[in-house]
Structure formats: C-alpha cells, structure tokens
C-alpha cells in the first residue's frame, strides 16, 4: 500500500500554484517546438518568465524555504544546484532550441522534486511558527501571463 500524500500546508500552496505556472512552462516549449515555433519567440516567452516569475520564486525559497532545513541537508543542496543551473540555462544565448529543450526538461524535473521530495521534508519538520512566517511573506497576487505572443495556441 502507499502511503496516503501529506497535504500541502496552506502556507506552502502559494509556492505550489508557482511551481504549477513553470509547470506550464515547460508545456508550452513543448507545445512550442511541436507547432514548429520559431525557437527565439520561444526563448523570449521563457526569458520573460523567467525574470518576472521564477527569479523571485527562487529568491524566496532560497531566502525563506529552504532555510528551514539544515544548509548541509542534500536536499537543499540539490534544489540549490538546480537553481544554479536553471539559472545559466536560462542566461545561454547559444543554440537556442538546444537550451529550451533542456530548460523544458530541467525545470519540469526540479519542480517535481521539490513538490514530491523536498516540500514534504520541510513541511515535517517546520514549526507552524515557521509556516505561519511564510505564509505572511508570500501570497498569491494572482498570475499574470504575457499574452502578447501565445505561440503555444
């Protein structure tokens, strides 16, 4: 039997509906490459949710999340190399279609790695104080999408 899926603490499903967003992400380069999209309206989509969306969800974990773990754990370490790497993705100019293949790829498996593996760590071993802190500092504002190019239409 598997053991029934711990529920996301209210304090946490902001940062979950951001993970959903970049999931979406990931589908729509997808999409993109599938309708034979010119790579750079792809990359200036990516580019733009990148700066406005996933930088500041990164800031946040990094600066209040996953604090709450030891800095030593290996799943801060691993979610902390992701953010790295994502980063330098996401900053590469050179082949274009190459880097969104691998953001799509990247950013879809680090988003299922810190919504399976390391959200439910941190959810057991934070203090409702701790949760209740997060909760003040991040909210849903409401997701606003670039419309302007839905390529993936």
């Known amino acids: 039997m598997k053991p029934k899926p711990l529920k996301r603490h209210r304090a946490l499903q902001p940062l979950s509906r951001d993970h959903h967003h970049g999931l979406l992400l990931s589908w729509k380069i997808r999409t993109g490459f599938k309708k034979q999209i010119e790579p750079v309206r792809i990359k200036t989509y990516a580019d733009w949710f990148f700066n406005t969306h996933l930088l500041p969800h990164f800031e946040l974990e990094e600066k209040h999340i996953f604090p709450l773990l030891e800095p030593e754990n290996d799943l801060i370490k691993r979610a902390l190399a992701d953010h790295r790497r994502l980063k330098r993705l996401f900053h590469n100019e050179e082949d274009i279609e190459k880097t969104l293949f691998k953001i799509e790829e990247e950013l879809e498996q680090h988003i299922r790695f810190e ?31 670039k419309l302007d190019d839905e390529f993936w239409r």
Do not use: N, S, W, Y
């Open 115 to 145: 919504e399976r593996i390391l959200f439910p760590e941190i959810q057991k071993v934070a203090t409702e104080d701790q949760l209740l802190q997060i909760e003040k500092i991040h909210h849903t504002d409401g997701f606003m999408d």
